[in-house]
């Protein structure tokens, strides 16, 4: 099994960063697609990023395109979301994803019930 953990959440205010990172354990994740997603209050969960497995295509939801970066740490068994000019519309609770059997274009689109490992959730909150 798998267990993901998500931190680096928080306040920010509208235009300023924060960087996501999510850790792996159980196994290495190195082959694993890897995703973030996010889901506001009384909203479904809605893909934002994917990456493959050796971190080099990756998927943007056009809401987050130009503004945030997924990336990966293979030998960390780390993924992390770089987010900057942050909108109050980001807010919401961000969760880590892996599937060791998807592709990045796969999981952008996938059902959430269709990916099997998740994290807890971390919670960001954009101030106007």
């Known amino acids: 099994q798998v267990q993901l953990v998500e931190s680096g959440g928080g306040l920010v205010q509208a235009g300023g960063s924060l960087r996501l990172s999510c850790a792996a354990s159980g196994r290495t994740v190195s082959n694993y697609v890897m995703g973030w997603f996010r889901q506001a209050p009384g909203k479904e969960r809605e893909f934002a990023a994917t990456?493959?497995?050796?971190?080099?295509?990756?998927y943007y939801a056009d809401s987050v395109k130009g503004r945030f970066t997924i990336s990966r740490d293979n030998a960390k068994n780390t993924v992390f979301l770089q987010m900057n000019s942050l909108k109050p519309e980001d807010t919401a609770v961000y969760y880590c994803a892996a599937d060791p059997r998807s592709s990045a274009q796969a999981m952008s689109v996938t059902s959430r019930r269709a990916i099997p490992y998740w994290g807890q959730g971390t919670q960001v909150t954009v101030s106007s």
């Open positions: 990456i493959n497995w050796s971190g080099g295509i990756t």
